[in-house]
Nanobody, 121 residues
Framework: QVQLVESGGGLVQPGGSLRLSCAASGRIFSINAMGWFRQAPGKQREWVATISGGDSTHYADSVKGRFTISRDSAKNTVYLQMNSLKPEDTAVYYC???????????????WGQGTQVTVSS
């Protein structure tokens, strides 16, 4: 089984920063892309950022220039550094990874349990 465990959420004032972490563990042969999504109350889950297996990064327009995604492949961990946070960034943030569990296998999607980020004064 594969597990994704997030950490680093919390309450922060507007303009502040937070760093989210997500560690993948279990039966992992290889990890392709890793990324972050978020879901605000009453809204659909939306994509935030992705980092590919080749470490190319992509961001939603709403976070570009403020958020930075990175990964430590040796630790199977992805990070999301969030700066200049705004109240509209308030959401549950979910980690996502595309993972092969065996040689020649098809990558499957895995999700973390979510971590709450609240931006409020």
């Amino acid at each position: 089984q594969v597990q994704l465990v997030e950490s680093g959420g919390g309450l922060v004032q507007p303009g502040g920063s937070l760093r989210l972490s997500c560690a993948a563990s279990g039966r992992i042969f290889s990890i392709n892309a890793m990324g972050w999504f978020r879901q605000a109350p009453g809204k659909q889950r939306e994509w935030v950022a992705t980092i590919s297996g080749g470490d190319s990064t992509h961001y939603a327009d709403s976070v570009k220039g403020r958020f930075t995604i990175s990964r430590d492949s040796a630790k199977n961990t992805v990070y999301l550094q969030m700066n200049s946070l705004k109240p509209e960034d308030t959401a549950v943030y979910y980690c996502h990874a595309s993972i092969r569990v065996r040689v020649g296998g098809v990558p499957s999607d895995y999700w973390g349990q979510g971590t709450q980020v609240t931006v409020s004064s």
